[in-house]
């Protein structure tokens, strides 16, 4: 340990989280490393989990827990970003491209060149730069950085050749700072050391210095809802003990994959490799020696497609369901249904390379939703005559009693392994994409194939092994024998195929090549095994290809968080499949003596003393990982490896969190209690959860309040990806909320808090914008916080404000919050919540309006104007006008938005509103904002001045006996005047003209 590093030093220090965080940088390094995909440092152990936090964000979280904040919050905001990696000098050591010497010489103004650079030959640079190298004597010289120059003075000239661009740019073309993890704080240590007192020379060592100073050792992070490991795997990288617990034993699968795998050292890695390689090899052996893929010509099947086929009640006829012809774009090849009138069935010829013209033909298949209601329809034609039946009629989908609806599917038997003869839906196997190796080079040729009588041969060869298999390897636990509980999304296997059994999910020849690599694995090589399964069963869609020139592909069965069934489905042949057991991964060696724990327990069950907590639990999660998973316990639960044997191989669903109602207070507070009982005094808990209803507010006070522990800062970082953000209406950001825990029963009243909320969360705004100011220059004119910034720490003020009190007008606020709700009634913390958060809007009057007239305004109007300066300033994103519309409780904010896309999105000028939000049902309704937008529409539109004003007189109410209605006219034309300048000129000049045509009116 250091010398300079003594023991509780900041023990009681805020947390530099508590006080600040700059969320618009995390935000875009977060929307950096989403948009990595596959690419992402964990994402590879299990692309099939949902939710990944972005580590970004988790390393944010442990150093803001660790670092103090400072009378100097300007120079803790600076220490942070090199921490992070987000200073101009580490964004240089991430830029893919280093600027050459004589390029930073011909730019860059050195004041003694010498200091930096040597030339060949020597002593024949001039003293200072900018250089300009036309001169022909200098023609030939080349230029060398010094030997001696130290890497902060390098990095210092390389980021001053930066593009002067907004951060959002430079991050999109900078690398992600763990793609340079090893080198990237080369030049951080001596401003930060100084600043810190510590005497570090890495992360992991400031991590271990900054924990001995607050809780007198290494600091233990824990994560007790850990998923994927995102939070805890980054904890441990940046050099910390970490304590990570999962309900679900495949989350804990992926978390020990992180820390022994990616994390492992170079022994365990080849190690790792070695055995991959054995693996498959032997799999290989055993498919090869049954001879079911190959068609003895020297072709080896990649992919078979596979369908269901049902008889059409109106005609008699076996029909496919297909919902396209299509096979593969690239490759423009085509099924095509051949009558055969005797069987009352179709073969399926297939043609590749067909013309334009026929392969557009093909999109449309015999499964159809055009009809009424969407539903889909079984479509076919025999001699002309066109049958449709919808698919619930083919299932016979019929009410029940109770209202449920049930259909005459019958349910498979833990035995089947496929349809019996008798079954309403059947499967077949109706075309095959072969390869070969080409004659000359590594490539091979390919080429998709209608099915052959030898095809059927080697089909029905792989279900007769299966069929004489499947019992011993359910016995020994090779294959999945567990049943599919019924749940929110296990139900549709259930219902739409009667599948009751995991198997049922999987084929043949998917259980055939599953459980030879279960029984041939150990633990290291089960996370390739999970990655296998997803990629090839019953639920995996054929993708015809994106593109010019690709054949088509196999997706993954969790493509998104459902067990979407399908009619026709892509098999990938082994080589396609037991090949993905490598794992392409990264490789980022933890510190040998960190202590890390994974364990396989609720987490109330948690019995470990842990200095920090960050989460990230199901709050009204739209994952349903406790069942969805279940894919992949079943093929592990009854013969787990050593590795993973004291987990518990169930996903317990009754035990998970989940849902938004009471049953979900209770197991958050429950969870939050026992957290906050194994946390010292100085303990500190960040909790990560997803922004999307107007009532997290109250719900995530109550819980924090009734688990003893109060909040002191609140965050919002954006977290979507774009791919994200077009899925859904509702832009999605992660809120921190920071807590510690609550010391004491202090008392309160209400009327005693109006005033204390109210200047505390007009203290809060004072900071931040100072900070905004005070950061001017550091950021090429960008603010560290915006106005949705600045809500979002208004309303944790709030919160902070009122979770410090353990009772309120008499009131024991722990038991209060955990009171059951009635539907539709307005608890007492409710009316504490909603009041704090109305206090915190009231403070965020835009600049250019006096709070008097600000007050006057309904929340529709204050939107519009708040909305109207966000957008002269730039900011277009969706996400602020949810935030606002929320804030200002505007029922229906999209009446008034012109765009609701993404990144563009805008309210509706005066013009585009036209005549329209005039009438009672609109929230405008005889405001003074709506008024004088149609003065700036008629004005536009060059209306005589006095019809004008005539207008306005009637439109706004109690024009002429209220001297102050007059007044916000005025306030609100020169406002728009002001901030519609460069948005829309037309509509600031007519603003500017209302203002002094009610100036200058005659009243009387
Ligand atoms: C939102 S996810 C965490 C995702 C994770 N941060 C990541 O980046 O992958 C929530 C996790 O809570 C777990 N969970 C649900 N109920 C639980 C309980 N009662 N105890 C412990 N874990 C639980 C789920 O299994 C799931 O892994």
Same mark, same amino acid.
């Given at each position: 340990?250091?010398?300079?590093?003594?023991?509780?030093?900041?023990?009681?220090?805020?947390?530099?989280?508590?006080?600040?965080?700059?969320?618009?940088?995390?935000?875009?390094?977060?929307?950096?490393?989403?948009?990595?995909?596959?690419?992402?440092?964990?994402?590879?152990?299990?692309?099939?989990?949902?939710? &990944?936090?972005?580590?970004?964000?988790?390393?944010?979280?442990?150093? =803001?827990?660790?670092?103090?904040?400072?009378?100097?919050?300007? +120079?803790?905001?600076?220490?942070?970003?090199?921490?992070?990696?987000?200073?101009?000098?580490?964004?240089?050591?991430?830029?893919?491209?280093?600027?050459?010497?004589?390029?930073?010489?011909?730019?860059?103004?050195?004041?003694?060149?010498?200091?930096?650079?040597?030339?060949?030959?020597?002593?024949?640079?001039?003293?200072?730069?900018?250089?300009?190298?036309?001169?022909?004597?200098?023609?030939?010289?080349?230029?060398?950085?010094?030997?001696?120059?130290?890497?902060?003075?390098?990095?210092?000239?390389?980021?001053?050749?930066?593009?002067?661009?907004?951060? &959002?740019?430079?991050?999109?073309?900078?690398?992600?700072?763990?793609?340079?993890?090893?080198?990237?704080?080369?030049?951080?240590?001596?401003?930060?050391? +100084?600043?810190?007192?510590?005497?570090?020379?890495?992360?992991?060592?400031?991590?271990?210095?900054?924990?001995?100073?607050?809780?007198?050792?290494?600091?233990?992070?824990?994560?007790?809802?850990?998923?994927?490991?995102?939070?805890?795997?980054?904890?441990?990288?940046?050099?910390?003990?970490?304590?990570?617990?999962?309900?679900?034993?495949?989350?804990?699968?992926?978390?020990?994959?992180?820390?022994?795998?990616?994390?492992?050292?170079?022994?365990?890695?080849?190690?790792?490799?070695?055995?991959? $390689?054995?693996?498959?090899?032997?799999?290989?052996?055993?498919?090869?020696?049954?001879?079911?893929?190959? $068609?003895?010509?020297?072709?080896?099947?990649?992919?078979?497609?596979?369908?269901?086929?049902?008889?059409?009640?109106?005609?008699?006829?076996?029909?496919?369901?297909?919902?396209?012809?299509?096979?593969? *774009?690239?490759?423009?090849?085509?099924?095509?249904?051949?009558?055969?009138?005797?069987?009352?069935?179709?073969?399926?010829?297939?043609?590749?390379?067909?013309?334009?013209?026929?392969?557009?033909?093909?999109?449309?298949?015999?499964?159809?939703?055009?009809?009424?209601?969407?539903?889909?329809?079984?479509?076919?034609?025999?001699?002309?005559?066109?049958?449709?039946?919808?698919?619930?009629?083919?299932?016979?989908?019929?009410?029940?009693?109770?209202?449920?609806? =049930?259909?005459?599917? /019958?349910?498979?038997?833990?035995?089947?392994?496929?349809?019996?003869?008798?079954?309403?839906?059947?499967?077949?196997?109706?075309?095959?994409?072969?390869?070969?190796?080409?004659?000359?080079?590594?490539?091979?040729?390919?080429?998709?194939?209608?099915?052959?009588?030898?095809?059927?041969?080697?089909?029905? *060869?792989?279900?007769?092994?299966?069929?004489?298999?499947?019992?011993?390897?359910?016995?020994?636990?090779?294959?999945?024998?567990?049943?599919?509980?019924?749940?929110?999304?296990?139900?549709?296997?259930?219902?739409?195929?009667?599948?009751?059994?995991?198997?049922?999910?999987?084929?043949?020849?998917?259980?055939?090549?599953?459980?030879?690599?279960?029984?041939?694995?150990?633990?290291?090589?089960?996370?390739?095994?999970?990655?296998?399964?997803?990629?090839?069963?019953?639920?995996?869609?054929?993708?015809?290809? $994106?593109?010019?020139?690709?054949?088509?592909?196999?997706?993954?069965?969790?493509?998104?968080?459902?067990?979407?069934?399908?009619?026709?489905?892509?098999?990938? #042949?082994?080589?396609?499949?037991?090949?993905?057991?490598?794992?392409?991964?990264?490789?980022?060696?933890?510190?040998?003596?960190?202590?890390?724990?994974?364990?396989?327990?609720?987490?109330? %069950?948690?019995?470990?003393?842990?200095?920090?907590?960050?989460?990230?639990?199901?709050?009204?999660?739209?994952? *349903?990982?406790?069942?969805?998973?279940?894919?992949?316990?079943?093929?592990?639960?009854?013969?787990?490896?050593?590795?993973?044997?004291?987990?518990?191989?169930?996903?317990?669903?009754?035990?998970?969190? *989940?849902?938004?109602?009471? $049953?979900?207070?209770? @197991?958050?507070?429950?969870?939050?209690?026992?957290?906050?009982?194994?946390?010292?005094?100085? =303990?500190?808990?960040?909790?990560?959860?997803?922004?999307?209803? @107007?009532?997290?507010?109250?719900?995530?006070?109550?819980?924090?309040?009734?688990?003893?522990?109060?909040?002191?800062?609140?965050?919002?970082?954006?977290?979507?990806?774009?791919?994200?953000?077009?899925?859904?209406?509702?832009?999605?950001?992660?809120?921190?909320?920071?807590?510690?825990?609550?010391?004491?029963?202090?008392?309160?009243? /209400?009327?005693?808090?109006?005033?204390?909320?109210?200047?505390?969360?007009?203290?809060?705004?004072?900071?931040?914008?100072?900070?905004?100011?005070?950061?001017?220059?550091?950021?090429?004119?960008?603010?560290?916080?915006?106005?949705? %910034?600045?809500?979002?720490?208004?309303?944790?003020?709030?919160? +902070?404000?009122?979770?410090?009190?353990?009772?309120?007008? =008499?009131? %024991?606020?722990?038991?209060?919050?955990?009171?059951?709700?009635?539907?539709?009634?307005?608890?007492?913390?409710?009316?504490?919540?909603?009041?704090?958060?109305?206090?915190?809007?009231?403070?965020?009057?835009?600049?250019?309006?006096?709070?008097?007239?600000?007050?006057?305004?309904? #929340?529709?109007?204050?939107?519009?104007?708040?909305?109207?300066?966000?957008?002269?300033? #730039?900011?277009?994103?969706?996400?602020?006008?949810?935030?606002?519309?929320?804030?200002?409780?505007?029922? %229906?904010?999209?009446?008034?938005?012109?765009?609701?896309?993404?990144?563009?999105? +805008?309210?509706?000028?005066?013009?585009?509103?036209?005549?329209?939000?005039?009438?009672?049902?609109?929230?405008?309704?005889?405001?003074?904002?709506?008024?004088?937008?149609?003065?700036?529409?008629?004005?536009?539109?060059?209306?005589?001045?006095?019809?004008?004003?005539?207008?306005?007189?009637?439109?706004? /109410?109690?024009?002429?006996?209220?001297?102050?209605?007059?007044?916000?006219?005025?306030?609100?034309?020169?406002?728009?005047?002001?901030?519609?300048?460069?948005?829309?000129?037309?509509?600031?000049?007519?603003?500017?003209?209302?203002?002094?045509?009610?100036?200058?009116?005659?009243?009387?």
């Amino acid at each position: 340990m250091s010398a300079f590093v003594k023991a509780f030093t900041l023990k009681d220090a805020p947390s530099l989280i508590e006080h600040l965080l700059p969320v618009q940088k995390l935000s875009a390094e977060s929307y950096k490393e989403q948009m990595a995909v596959q690419g992402k440092t964990l994402t590879a152990l299990g692309s099939y989990w949902k939710g &990944r936090k972005p580590l970004i964000l988790s390393k944010a979280c442990v150093l =803001g827990c660790l670092l103090p904040a400072t009378s100097d919050a300007k +120079r803790d905001l600076e220490i942070f970003e090199m921490l992070m990696s987000m200073d101009d000098q580490s964004i240089a050591a991430r830029w893919p491209r280093k600027p050459k010497p004589r390029d930073i010489l011909a730019t860059v103004g050195i004041a003694r060149v010498a200091d930096f650079f040597v030339s060949d030959p020597p002593l024949l640079l001039p003293e200072s730069s900018p250089v300009d190298w036309s001169n022909p004597e200098l023609e030939k010289v080349k230029v060398f950085w010094r030997d001696d120059l130290s890497i902060a003075g390098r990095r210092q000239l390389e980021a001053q050749m930066l593009p002067k661009v907004p951060y &959002r740019t430079l991050v999109d073309q900078a690398d992600r700072a763990e793609e340079v993890f090893d080198t990237v704080d080369k030049h951080i240590w001596v401003a930060v050391n +100084r600043h810190l007192g510590t005497e570090a020379q890495s992360i992991q060592e400031l991590m271990e210095q900054l924990g001995i100073m607050r809780f007198g050792h290494r600091p233990r992070v824990a994560d007790t809802f850990c998923g994927s490991g995102q939070i805890p795997f980054e904890a441990a990288r940046l050099g910390c003990d970490v304590y990570a617990s999962d309900l679900n034993p495949v989350a804990c699968m992926l978390t020990w994959g992180a820390f022994n795998i990616v994390g492992g050292d170079e022994q365990t890695r080849r190690k790792l490799s070695a055995d991959q $390689d054995e693996l498959v090899r032997r799999v290989h052996e055993q498919i090869d020696a049954l001879e079911v893929e190959t $068609d003895g010509k020297g072709w080896r099947a990649k992919v078979f497609l596979y369908c269901v086929e049902a008889r059409c009640p109106q005609s008699g006829w076996m029909v496919p369901l297909l919902p396209t012809l299509m096979i593969s *774009k690239g490759n423009r090849v085509v099924a095509e249904l051949v009558p055969d009138v005797k069987r009352k069935r179709y073969d399926i010829a297939i043609h590749s390379g067909v013309e334009d013209k026929r392969f557009k033909n093909a999109a449309q298949g015999t499964v159809r939703t055009d009809g009424p209601g969407q539903d889909p329809y079984m479509v076919h034609a025999v001699a002309g005559t066109e049958y449709r039946t919808k698919i619930s009629t083919l299932r016979g989908d019929y009410r029940n009693d109770d209202g449920t609806i =049930g259909n005459r599917l /019958r349910q498979w038997d833990k035995r089947d392994i496929k349809p019996t003869p008798d079954d309403i839906f059947q499967e077949r196997v109706y075309c095959i994409q072969w390869m070969r190796p080409k004659a000359k080079g590594k490539s091979d040729d390919y080429k998709f194939c209608a099915i052959t009588p030898e095809d059927l041969t080697r089909e029905r *060869k792989v279900d007769e092994f299966m069929a004489g298999h499947l019992a011993t390897w359910q016995a020994k636990g090779w294959i999945p024998d567990m049943r599919i509980e019924p749940g929110d999304k296990t139900d549709e296997p259930i219902r739409t195929r009667g599948w009751t059994h995991w198997h049922h999910l999987f084929n043949p020849r998917q259980l055939l090549l599953g459980g030879l690599v279960n029984q041939m694995s150990q633990g290291h090589l089960k996370l390739g095994m999970a990655q296998v399964l997803n990629s090839s069963s019953r639920l995996t869609r054929w993708s015809l290809g $994106d593109g010019d020139g690709r054949t088509g592909g196999v997706k993954q069965a969790f493509d998104n968080q459902a067990l979407n069934t399908l009619f026709n489905y892509g098999c990938r #042949g082994s080589r396609f499949s037991v090949d993905l057991i490598k794992l392409r991964l990264k490789s980022f060696p933890l510190r040998p003596n960190l202590k890390v724990s994974i364990k396989c327990h609720s987490a109330v %069950d948690l019995a470990e003393p842990l200095d920090i907590f960050i989460t990230d639990p199901p709050y009204g999660d739209a994952v *349903k990982y406790e069942e969805i998973l279940e894919y992949f316990i079943a093929w592990l639960r009854k013969n787990p490896p050593a590795e993973f044997a004291d987990w518990v191989w169930d996903s317990r669903r009754s035990l998970a969190i *989940k849902g938004e109602d009471e $049953d979900f207070r209770r @197991g958050m507070v429950a969870a939050y209690k026992r957290m906050a009982e194994c946390m010292p005094d100085n =303990g500190i808990q960040v909790i990560m959860f997803t922004h999307q209803s @107007g009532s997290i507010w109250a719900d995530m006070a109550n819980i924090v309040w009734a688990c003893g522990l109060q909040v002191t800062a609140a965050w919002y970082v954006v977290t979507e990806t774009e791919s994200a953000l077009r899925q859904g209406s509702n832009v999605k950001g992660t809120v921190l909320l920071v807590l510690r825990r609550r010391n004491g029963n202090r008392k309160t009243t /209400r009327d005693e808090l109006a005033w204390e909320i109210q200047e505390e969360v007009e203290a809060q705004v004072r900071t931040l914008t100072g900070l905004n100011q005070d950061a001017k220059g550091l950021y090429r004119d960008e603010n560290v916080f915006e106005d949705a %910034d600045i809500q979002m720490a208004g309303y944790a003020a709030a919160l +902070r404000t009122l979770t410090r009190y353990a009772i309120i007008d =008499g009131r %024991d606020m722990t038991v209060e919050a955990i009171r059951p709700r009635v539907k539709g009634e307005t608890t007492f913390v409710d009316g504490l919540i909603a009041f704090a958060v109305d206090t915190a809007n009231q403070c965020l009057v835009p600049q250019g309006i006096a709070k008097a007239h600000w007050d006057h305004f309904t #929340g529709p109007e204050r939107f519009y104007l708040k909305l109207i300066d966000l957008e002269a300033k #730039g900011l277009k994103t969706l996400d602020n006008y949810q935030n606002f519309a929320k804030a200002f409780k505007v029922r %229906d904010f999209r009446a008034l938005m012109a765009s609701s896309k993404a990144n563009k999105a +805008r309210v509706k000028s005066a013009i585009e509103f036209g005549k329209s939000e005039i009438s009672e049902g609109s929230e405008l309704h005889e405001s003074t904002l709506r008024a004088a937008l149609y003065a700036l529409m008629e004005l536009v539109k060059n209306v005589d001045s006095s019809e004008v004003l005539a207008h306005l007189t009637l439109n706004v /109410r109690d024009y002429y006996s209220s001297q102050n209605q007059r007044e916000l006219v005025i306030e609100l034309a020169n406002y728009l005047s002001r901030k519609l300048e460069t948005l829309r000129p037309d509509e600031a000049a007519a603003a500017r003209v209302l203002r002094e045509l009610v100036k200058g009116q005659r009243l009387g």
